[in-house]
């Protein structure tokens, strides 16, 4: 049987309609009405025309309930490889009990949308072989590694969160510390040009005419972060424009639409103390740190007396090892 394009058309437009109908999904609908025509254009030949519409509602079905069931073999294989995916990802048992840590994971495995939750799967399937993926899937090897090292990371940085750590850069998803990251490249760039007032849309919950910041940023080194009542906290470190060591600190919320939103703009650090660490105190404070425990929302608990003293003593030297 011949078919014009009018009626090519309208064909397929019965297999949209049928599809958004059943699915309720636009482009589903395209996609299966497209496979649909696809399909049709090779058998019209054994199709009558009187059987046209019938052939291309079936044929729609069919594609439909075979979508379905590929949707459900993926949701049995995420709670399939729930577990295997828990134990791959080394969280530390300590923090909480097994159960609360297998809690805490699957809520967040379910924040994956489809496409990062069968990446993941396939990853740990092939034993981690970036190499046999990228054989696999149409995406460059150094974009594979990339997506992969960001699924891993948020899913870590959100279990550590909801088993209620706070004070660690584990906690600290890929897209979070591009935002941090953004924040102080803008920052640093309209500091110098005296342009702050650009940044508004950082800057809509303070006043900017009462921040009159009088230090200069020459190279940012690094930060430290806690979270609270969803609220963030980050020092920030960096090497002012005599190549000295300094820092200072934002209080940050992320809005409803994941953009950053200053709280309090960079404050100057009361203390900043400068040590070589090959030094004897700076041996000291090292050990300190390295010794002391830390509890189970991340926070170390060496003695900040022991380190006041330290700090005293280091302050009471004529000429200090700095």
């Known amino acids: 049987m011949i078919y014009n394009d009018d009626d090519l058309i309208e064909l397929q437009q019965l297999s949209y309609n049928y599809s958004l109908y059943r699915t309720g999904n636009f482009d589903l609908a395209n996609d299966i009405s497209m496979k649909t025509i696809g399909i049709f254009l090779l058998k019209a030949d054994t199709i009558d025309k009187e059987n046209s519409s019938g052939w291309i509602i079936n044929t729609s079905k069919n594609h439909i309930q075979s979508h379905y069931r590929s949707f459900k073999k993926n949701q049995d294989n995420i709670a399939k490889y729930r577990h295997d995916l828990l134990a791959k990802f080394n969280l530390d048992p300590s923090l909480e009990t097994d159960s609360q840590l297998k809690e805490a994971f699957t809520e967040v495995l379910h924040t994956l949308d489809i496409e990062e939750t069968k990446m993941i799967l396939l990853y740990f399937q092939l034993k981690e072989k970036t190499k046999i993926m990228n054989t696999i899937l149409d995406i460059s090897y150094e974009a594979l590694r990339k997506k992969i090292f960001r699924i891993k990371r948020k899913l870590k940085a959100e279990t550590y969160k909801k088993l209620g750590v706070i004070a660690t850069k584990k906690i600290v ?6 935002l941090i990251i953004d924040f102080l490249k803008s920052f640093k760039k309209n500091l110098e040009e005296n342009t702050l007032e650009k940044m508004y849309y950082y800057f809509s919950k303070v006043d900017l005419n009462k921040f009159n910041p009088t230090y200069e940023i020459k190279k940012i080194v690094e930060y430290e972060i806690e979270f609270n009542d969803s609220i963030y906290k980050v ?4 090497q002012n424009n005599n190549n000295e060591s300094d820092s200072f600190y934002i209080r940050f919320v992320i809005d409803e639409k994941k953009h950053l939103k200053i709280l309090t703009p960079p404050q100057k650090s009361e203390k900043m103390f400068k040590f070589n660490k090959d030094s004897e105190e700076g041996k000291k404070i090292l050990q300190m740190l390295k010794s002391a425990p830390v509890d189970k929302t991340g926070l ?3 003695s900040s007396e022991e380190l006041e003293k330290l ?7 004529p000429n200090p090892d700095k």
Do not use: D
């Open 173 to 178: 998803t890929p897209q979070l510390n591009k």
């Open 235 to 238: 020092w920030v470190f960096f």
């Open 311 to 317: 700090l005293k003593q280091i302050q009471q030297k």
């Open 300 to 302: 170390s608990q060496f």
